[in-house]
């Protein structure tokens, strides 16, 4: 194990030299199936009940959001009324579904499902697009609403008996969005104007609706990109000289520095931050883990998805040309686990639940590319 002894510098060098560890022998990856006359399909999420959802293609060639039940079963979830195509992006576990329905190229429609019956989760009066981020264990749903151009977003939350929430800006800003929620209906995004990071804020809505900014260094411009349930909130802040910064926000009011030029893009239910450097046009996936503040390169070219409870980390890492290999790191976990594939080349993990069942899709022979279910 790296036992953080390494500068960012010769991480970075390890990230960009180290082979990937052979697939294991000891995992399986389970096709999860595809809809009747369809040829490709994809899993996005996986709760702790072993319900994974996604897409999958009709035989029609239109993508439909599915869910596979713990023993693979498939189920098409539909769309709403007058559209054509939806994805459902996530799912808690209480077994609520955040996703969308769309048709081509109109806006999107943020929906969610409970018992596979689909509810339209509307944008406020004057908008005509809502779009999803995520969903809590109360059922409330996060995101944005926005008008036809786009010119007006504002964050908002779908709770569960149906009430829409108009979250509050910052005093002076024109546009917010939210990003996560947890447990306790702590919301975080960012409040700003249109244009870089740099025009944004961070922020921390409270159940009651008030918004607060987080602050680093005598900065608050940025944004949290996620929040667990102790409250940990991980962000990127852009400092006083233009710089990025990954950061912690711990509940006391402590602030961790994780390093500049990285950035944060969320937390897991452990307390495990995720995040990436960008180096040279190239992507470095990294996690710090729980207490520390130096980063942990893992992945080449590719954001690390996911994080469970107990510290297994999934994603993808790029191999050799155009190859993809999903990836599973342990908590104290070396150079990591390449996942099989259906007997193609290329995959990727995009969620992993607290028992250890991983799911994404990998290429079978031909090139197509199924949802897959991995036993870690």
Do not use: K
Request: net charge negative; glycine share 14%; aromatic share 4%.
């Amino acid at each position: 194990m790296m036992r953080r002894l390494l500068s960012v510098t010769a991480a970075v060098v390890l990230a960009l030299t180290a082979v990937p560890a052979p697939a294991s022998a000891a995992v399986r990856a389970v096709d999860l199936g595809l809809l009747p006359g369809g040829d490709r399909s994809s899993a996005a999420a996986v709760d702790n009940a072993g319900t994974a959802v996604g897409y999958a293609n009709t035989g029609t060639g239109l993508t439909h959001a599915v869910s596979w039940s713990r023993d693979n079963r498939i189920t098409d979830l539909g769309t709403l009324p007058g559209d054509e195509e939806s994805s459902a992006d996530g799912i808690s576990d209480s077994g609520v579904v955040y996703g969308h329905s769309y048709t081509g190229n109109g806006p999107l429609h943020a929906v969610r499902w409970v018992d596979h019956v689909i509810e339209a989760l509307p944008p406020l009066p004057g908008h005509v697009e809502s779009r999803a981020a995520a969903v809590n264990e109360a059922g409330t749903v996060v995101g944005v609403s926005a008008n036809a151009d786009r010119t007006e977003e504002h964050a908002v939350a779908w709770e569960r008996s149906g009430r829409l929430v108009r979250l509050a800006e910052l005093p002076g800003d024109p546009t917010s969005e939210a990003i996560d929620i947890n447990r306790a209906g702590r919301i975080v995004g960012y409040s700003g104007g249109h244009g870089s990071v740099a025009d944004l804020h961070p922020v921390v809505w409270a159940p009651d609706g008030s918004v607060t900014p987080l602050t680093f260094d005598g900065s608050n411009r940025g944004f949290a990109a996620g929040i667990d349930d102790a409250g940990v909130i991980a962000a990127t802040v852009v400092d006083r000289d233009g710089r990025r910064h990954a950061t912690r926000f711990r509940p006391g009011g402590q602030v961790d520095d994780l390093g500049a030029d990285l950035r944060a893009t969320g937390v897991g239910d452990d307390g495990t931050v995720l995040g990436y450097r960008s180096d040279r046009g190239r992507m470095h996936g990294c996690r710090w883990l729980p207490g520390t503040t130096a980063p942990e390169f893992l992945s080449l070219d590719f954001q690390i998805a996911a994080v469970s409870r107990r510290g297994v980390t999934v994603g993808a890492t790029r191999g050799g040309g155009r190859v993809v290999h999903a990836m599973a790191w342990g908590r104290d976990g070396e150079d990591g686990t390449r996942l099989p594939t259906l007997g193609g080349v290329s995959g990727g993990a995009h969620d992993v639940n607290d028992h250890g069942v991983a799911v994404g899709s990998t290429e079978v022979p031909g090139g197509a590319r199924h949802a897959v279910r991995w036993h870690l």
